[in-house]
């Protein structure tokens, strides 16, 4: 194997890396709700105890791997590029025309 094979080899596994341990995570999430939906249903009788348990679980469980899924995806580079995402719709607007036009690009802080 060449060092550029070697490298792309070595990129490669850490993502396939990165997505199981994404994978891995979320699926403890769930099974944990799983676990919590069947645990918390037997702890009362009454139908709206029951009813908020569960809708709270699942909203729960839902907001996790969507914080996950942001968590093992956020590229930090973003954060260091101190452009506000107006700012860069604004570098290709149109005039009246139809016409496009460059908008002067803002100064980095």
């Not at 139908?47 to 996790?64: C, D, G, N, P, R």
């Not at 791997?65 to 093992?72: A, E, P, S």
């Amino acid at each position: 194997m060449s060092t550029q094979t070697a490298a792309e080899a070595t990129k490669r596994r850490k993502t396939e890396i990165r997505f199981f341990t994404q994978a891995f995570t979320q699926c403890i999430v769930f099974c944990i709700c799983l676990l919590s939906f069947h645990i918390f249903t037997l702890l009362s009788d009454s139908v709206w105890w029951q009813f908020s348990m569960v809708t709270m679980i699942w909203i729960l469980a839902h907001s996790l791997d969507g914080l996950i899924v942001v968590l093992f995806h956020f590229r930090f580079s973003l954060c260091k590029n101190k452009l506000l995402t107006s700012t860069m719709m604004l570098n290709s607007s149109t005039n009246n025309r139809g016409e496009v036009t460059q908008a002067p690009t803002p100064a980095k802080f």
